[in-house]
């Protein structure tokens, strides 16, 4: 089975920064995407960053320029490096592995930030 597990939210003054990380274990293999997805109350599960391919980045469009997505296929790990912080990126931050017989999540990170 696959796990995965975030760590790094907290909370966080607008405009500045964090940086969350996801520890993948189970069978993962490179070529399967990962990548980060955030839930803000009221609000429907959105892209954040996805590693699809080996030097392929897909960012949402609410934080291209201020999101850098890295991954390290040594240990199945992926960060998120997020500047620039605003109050609508709030939310619980969840990691994902996308396989062919279906999606795996973590059970997320929290992150607030205050204005």
């Known amino acids: 089975q696959v796990h995965l597990v975030e760590s790094g939210g907290g909370s966080v003054q607008a405009g500045g920064s964090l940086r969350l990380s996801c520890s993948g274990s189970g069978s993962i293999n490179s070529y399967q995407p990962m990548g980060w997805y955030r839930q803000a109350p009221g609000k429907q599960r959105e892209l954040v960053a996805t590693?699809?391919?080996?030097?392929?980045?897909v960012y949402g469009d609410s934080v291209k320029g201020r999101v850098t997505i890295s991954r390290n296929n040594a240990n199945n790990t992926v960060s998120l490096q997020v500047d620039s912080l605003k109050p609508e990126d709030a939310g619980v931050y969840y990691c994902t592995l996308r396989t062919m017989t279906g999606d795996y999540w973590g059970r997320g990170t929290r992150v607030t930030v205050s204005s």
């Open positions: 590693s699809a391919s080996v030097g392929v980045r």
